[in-house]
């Protein structure tokens, strides 16, 4: 794989890699995802956007490769997306090598990308969401970078169920199942449900659906 580029931040070291025909993205030699398949990034947004099943403000966590906000930008559920992405190289890279698996998505004017920790947006004061996607880790006992692991727990739950509006739905991409996550899910949630999504090698991806309840 060739380096296209390799920024050092204040989270450390960040690598776009590709063959010519894909792209990869590493943070701190650790991969975090890639443009060869997508579908249950997609499914992260379509299954939450068709249970909500009305126009819907959606906040997104993670811009990554482009193909959750590009699932959002397409469906005709979507009002408005906020995607909160904390590195900027991920943000710029969707002008140039990533553009065509966003789709271009960073150009509608019902997109607002912010570079910020999803942690720190969500502490401080701020509108509700009808949906709220979380794709920044590779799950909840598999984060990026230390401190993330707190939005999987009792904090960062009660955050999110917070920020969406009465009825909403949270959606949360895993690399894996883990059962204590759906558990503490159903202590703060209704109708928690989890969809795995067959993938090449390893064990299934699964997207996990929450609503809260409502008013």
Sequence with gaps: MEVHDRRIGPHGELVLRGDGEHFEIISNGVFLMDTRAGASERLLVGAALDRLARPADLLIGGLGVG?????????????????????QAVIGWHAGPLRPYSEGALGDPRVRVERADLLDWLRAPGEPYDV????????????????????????????????????????????????????????????VSAHPVEVT?????VVYLAATRAA
Excluded at 201 to 205: A, L, M
């Design 67 to 87: 193909f959750s906000l590009a699932e959002a930008v397409r469906s005709p559920y979507t009002r408005e997306v906020t995607v909160i992405e904390r590195e």
């Design 132 to 191: 709220i996607c979380l794709d920044i880790d590779n799950g909840p006992e598999w984060t990026v970078s230390e401190g993330n692991a707190a939005l999987y727990g009792p904090e960062g739950l009660d955050l999110l169920a917070g920020r969406l509006r009465p009825g909403g739905v949270l959606a949360v991409w895993s690399s894996a199942a883990v059962t204590a996550f759906a558990d503490r899910l159903r202590e703060r949630f209704a109708d």
């Design 201 to 205: 090698r390893g064990e299934p991806d």
